[in-house]
């Protein structure tokens, strides 16, 4: 499936001009939010800011930004399941292709000393792992990115022929849910020592 609109969300901006400007330079809208967006257009690279795309500005500091169905429907949408082609026309839902997104830094904001409790709870990423496990559920038809060590492999594929191949998004859909456990899991563990303290 030709990937023409990628979503990129990143706290970890390593590689991600690199990988937008392929990306553009194979002809895919880009659409990204808040810090993303700036660097990318600071880069020159044409992108849709998320708000524009859900008609709703990001709210609470940033906490409500891409929790929204012309997002996730955009990304789980079953692209050849007549059903949800129509809900796509009837409510103007444009498919999202790509979705690279990796999370806010929980595990070295509680490395930090003296970190506080509200420090840590504001990088608990909501909106990034919603995206991410809604992309990777729907691997079939949508590539999930969340390590940059994969940009140059994913963005050479795009450029060869304007898609991924099913194999290496099966492959990325596994190290994303890996991502999103292991993030989790982090999580847990903070808020475990928390409570036993």
Known sequence: ????????????????????QKLHAAGVEIVSTGGTM???KE?????????DV???????????KTLNPYIHGG????????????AMQEHKITGIDMVVVNLYPFKETISKPDVTLAEAIENIDIGGPAMIRAAAK???FVTVV???AR???????VAKDGCVGGMLRMQLAQEAFQHTAEYDNCIQNYLMEQVNK
């Open 138 to 140: 729907n691997f079939k």
């Open 146 to 148: 969340t390590n940059p």
């Open 151 to 157: 940009y140059d492999e994913v963005a050479a594929c």
């Open 43 to 51: 880069a020159g690279i044409p992108v849709t800011y998320v708000s």
């Open 1 to 20: 499936m030709k990937i023409k609109r990628a979503l990129i969300s990143v706290s970890d901006k390593t590689g991600v001009v690199e990988l937008a």
């Open 38 to 40: 700036k660097a990318l």
């Open 54 to 64: 859900t008609g709703f500005p990001e709210i609470m500091d940033g906490r409500v």
């Open 75 to 86: 990304i789980l949408a079953v692209r050849d399941n007549p059903a949800h082609v129509k």
